[in-house]
């Protein structure tokens, strides 16, 4: 029943950064999983990154790795993902989902935001 607000979407330049954030309602399990997918215009979601909630394993898709960093603050049950370098290839609606295991599939997932729009300008 855990629920997922994710914050930090908007509108930047390219080569800008940006900040989302992803915030449980409830304290997660450690057995638990967060990842962020993102859903560009016209195309399916794809998997942009993941983490452990009780290890420090993360995973990234080449597309993003470099420039994105995905973190956790355990005090605030919050997944953030800071992303660098930002290009119009970026551009889409990003969302948090948590899972019992790391996967690049959405079918592992259980519950997902509602979504934040990132656009980024050329």
């Known amino acids: 029943q855990v629920q997922l607000v994710e914050s930090g979407g908007g509108l930047v330049q390219a080569g800008g950064s940006l900040k989302l954030s992803c915030a449980a309602s409830e304290r997660p399990y450690s057995s638990h999983v967060f990842a962020w997918f993102r859903q560009p215009p016209g195309k399916e979601r794809e998997f942009v990154a993941a983490i452990r909630w009780s290890r420090d394993s993360t995973f990234y898709s080449d597309s993003v790795k470099g420039r994105f960093a995905i973190s956790k603050d355990k005090a605030k049950n919050t997944v953030s993902l800071e992303m660098n370098s930002l290009a119009p290839e970026d551009t889409a609606v990003y969302s948090c989902?948590?899972?019992?295991?790391?996967?690049?599939?959405?079918?592992?997932?259980?519950?997902w935001g509602q979504g934040t729009q990132v656009t980024v300008s050329s």
């Open positions: 989902a948590v899972g019992t295991s790391p996967s690049y599939s959405t079918t592992n997932y259980f519950r």
